[in-house]
């Protein structure tokens, strides 16, 4: 256990401890591609007892069905498995007292960066990642983004919680458009002629973790070139000006209000009918198909859900609620850790998971593109394509404290809300987003 | 002088400056009890009214106490509030008498800087303490809470009492120095007795603080049996991005009541308590 903290790790703890993740491609080198993996045998220490920690569902079939796993894990191997469950943002500040303290549970399920913050103290993972990844027609490159630093795995690539436009299909069509559009230019068209139509838009711009992150960094990558300033901090830069020009077009046709939105506020708006198209997970249509409330329920057959349009980039850049299992070097049973994260990613165990949570959770593995909670209703279809379709948050940076204190700085979406709101040009706005993340790279 | 108070008057430096500040303390309560009472049609409805319920439903309270360990969460809260304020108490009261009556060298530096204990947030805290819990065995069970609590109680109940018995006249002590007292019976005789009021409401403001503790109750505490009101109505009531506003609002009204209760019992205690703890 380390009894010195200096400050530069304290600097790293606080941006464990803070929720939310992170910006800007501002810079580092692209991840180094791996390693072949080793074998990987399920080989758990006799009598071994695990702790794990992982976020509190999302809908009840979840946990149902992810505790039906873990008692399927004990029986088959003997091994002792406690679950803690924790509020979604709360998991983080657990996950850095545990990597810092050198004690706490053996497997915890983390978002995004986590692993990156603490690789040293974790296990190394690749031949669990490796094999699965052979098993099942190989990991989405994404997920190899977070679950890998410099060559090595350090986690295991649970899913994310995907988000893709939800609207009404009906105000869409009234608007003029028979089908969502899928490129910036038309997406921007569609939300004038809605706000025409008396039924705009509204994304969230307050703090939101989740969909404040997703929607304003599908936004600015949309514009950006992978690797296309490597090596430098380029926040500010012509194409993210571009970029928040276009919110600030984009703002314009929303709802008022929505500089304050936080996760719940574009569920509710969405739900009453203030707004006819937002970015969501499949919480409003899941919320809107068990809803006991006539009105409520009448919504199901006319939300429909669309991926993010595409930009200039031409290929996707959406950013989704990213999940990863990471076990800890302190622990007492690293084999029967490593064997608990591989057997909940088997088919037999991962698949009926997805479909338990109604298709909350996206694959990271591409051979589950084919279970069916994905074409039992075609209104799931586009949450299958979300990790697909996921660009990492720190873009083209190195993934780390700094790319985690940023997000959880929430540096990108008040830069695009202060450009959108016009309480700062789109220029001054960029500059002071690469003044707030330079602070955090600099460490 | 009543000749001098007009009505209107009256209103103008009386009633109406009252009736906004009942309007400011009471209206988070209405809304929490609205809230509530509410169906999930009716809060979520732009065409409700928010401010009133149509028609008034248990089914929040019904989930709290019934799928949740709410009750679980609701006995933790109590044991370690009253058993960290307590323990803060008696330290304290020692601490704090200390300081001011023995007057030793050093007296007045150690009381800021027990203040100044006080003033270092409990986010820069956690992780130190985490090492100490850990190390002690102590993770994930109440005694860690029991045991953390004091460190930013102690520094403010001291603070607060050294100010109430300073307010004390000497001169009592120093009868009781005459006719052959103890330091501790003049402690629990005289001191004591006098500085009820500021012990109340030093105890008051420490079982709130525990009682409202967050951040330790999230770190030091993983298994939903052990953990608090605060933390656990937030693991269990928010689902995603789905918060379940009726019964989350359910817990936080149940969950302030016990904290209204204490205050309403003990609030003359309090107010003089206060007084004498920042008099000169």
Same mark, same amino acid.
């Given at each position: ?443 | ?107 007045? #530096?150690?009381?800021?800087? !027990?203040? =100044?204990?006080?003033? %270092? /947030?409990?986010? &820069?805290?956690?992780?130190?303490? $985490? ?53 501790? #019976?003049?402690?629990?005789? !005289?001191? =004591?007795?006098?500085? %009820? /009021?500021?012990? &109340?409401?030093?105890?008051?403001? $420490? ?74």
């Amino acid at each position: 256990m380390r009894n010195n903290v200096n400050r530069r790790d304290f600097l790293k703890i606080s941006a464990g401890v803070a929720a939310g993740t992170a910006t800007a491609g501002m810079g580092g080198e692209a991840l180094a591609q791996g390693k072949p993996a080793a074998g990987f045998a399920y080989k758990p220490e006799k009598g071994a007892k695990l702790r794990v920690l992982r976020w509190k569902r999302f809908v009840q079939g979840d946990e149902d069905a992810f505790m039906k796993n873990v008692k399927a894990f004990s029986d088959k191997f003997g091994v002792e498995v406690r679950v803690d469950n924790e509020g979604w943002e709360d998991v983080r500040p657990k996950a850095a007292v545990a990597a810092n303290v050198g004690s706490g549970p053996d497997v915890i399920y983390g978002w995004f960066d986590d692993p990156h913050q603490y690789p040293d103290k974790l296990l190394d993972v690749s031949d669990v990642a490796g094999y699965l990844g052979a098993k099942y027609g190989g990991w989405y490159p994404v997920a190899e983004t977070y679950g890998k630093r410099d060559g090595k795995w350090i986690g295991v690539p649970l899913g994310a919680a995907g988000a893709t436009f939800v609207h009404r299909i009906s105000h869409v069509q009234a608007a003029g458009f028979k089908e969502f559009p899928k490129d910036l230019g038309g997406f921007l068209e569609l939300c004038k002629a809605m706000k025409a139509k008396n039924t705009p838009a509204g994304f969230a711009l307050g703090n939101a973790v989740g969909d404040g992150n997703s929607w304003v960094h599908w936004l600015v990558w949309s514009r950006r070139q992978d690797g296309q300033r490597e090596g430098t901090r380029v926040i500010n830069s012509p194409e993210t000006v571009k970029a928040l020009e276009y919110a600030k077009a984009l703002y314009a046709t929303f709802v008022p209000g929505t500089l304050s939105w936080l996760d719940a506020n574009n569920n509710k708006a969405f739900l009453d009918g203030q707004v006819s198209i937002t970015n969501n997970g499949i919480s409003v249509y899941y919320a809107a198909k068990t809803s006991t409330d006539a009105k409520v329920k009448a919504l199901v057959a006319d939300i429909g859900h669309a991926n993010y349009p595409i930009g200039p980039t031409g290929k996707p850049t959406e950013l989704h609620l990213f999940s990863q299992a990471f076990a800890f070097r302190y622990s007492k049973a690293p084999n029967a850790a490593k064997a608990f994260m591989a057997f909940m990613m088997e088919k037999e165990q991962y698949e009926p998971w997805q479909q338990a949570a109604i298709g909350y959770i996206t694959q990271p593995l591409k051979a589950y593109e084919s279970n069916p909670i994905w074409t039992v209703d075609p209104k799931h279809t586009p949450y299958r394509d979300c990790v697909k379709n996921m660009t990492a948050h720190s873009h083209a940076g190195k993934l780390g404290y700094a790319s985690a204190a940023a997000m959880a700085d929430f540096i990108m979406v008040n830069m695009v809300a202060e450009a959108a709101s016009g309480s700062k040009s789109p220029k001054e706005a960029a500059e002071r987003a690469q003044a707030r993340a330079q602070r955090y790279y600099k460490v | 002088m009543d000749y001098l108070e007009s009505p209107m008057r009256r209103w103008v430096t009386l009633y109406i400056p009252l009736l906004c500040f009942l309007v400011i303390l009471l209206f988070p309560f209405y809304w929490m009890a609205m809230t509530s009472f509410k169906p999930n049609e009716e809060l979520v409805s732009r065409a409700a009214n928010p401010f009133w319920i149509v028609q008034p439903t248990l089914a929040h309270f019904e989930r709290l106490l019934f799928t949740t360990a709410y009750p679980q969460w609701m006995w933790n809260t109590i044991l370690v509030s009253v058993v960290a304020t307590f323990t803060s108490l008696a330290a304290s009261v020692f601490a704090a008498y200390a300081i001011e009556r023995l007057r030793f060298r050093g007296s007045k #530096q150690t009381g800021l800087a !027990i203040f =100044l204990a006080y003033l %270092v /947030p409990p986010s &820069i805290l956690f992780i130190p303490l $985490a090492a100490i819990v850990f190390k002690l065995g102590l993770f994930d069970t109440r005694w860690a809470l029991i045991l953390t609590y004091p460190t930013f109680l102690i520094p403010f109940c001291t603070w607060l009492l050294m100010g109430y018995f300073r307010s004390i006249p000497y001169e009592l002590e120093e009868c009781a120095l005459i006719d052959g007292a103890t330091r501790w #019976q003049i402690l629990v005789k !005289i001191i =004591l007795p006098l500085a %009820v /009021p500021g012990l &109340i409401s030093a105890g008051i403001f $420490a079982f709130t603080l525990s009682w409202n503790e967050f951040i330790y109750a999230l770190t030091f505490v993983s298994s939903s049996e052990n953990k608090t009101v605060p933390v656990g109505v937030i693991t269990e009531l928010v689902e995603g991005d789905v918060y379940h506003w009726g019964a989350l609002m359910a817990g936080a009204l149940l969950g302030s009541l016990p904290v209204a209760v204490l205050y309403s019992f003990f609030v003359e205690y309090y107010v003089s308590g206060m007084t004498g703890a920042v008099k000169e």
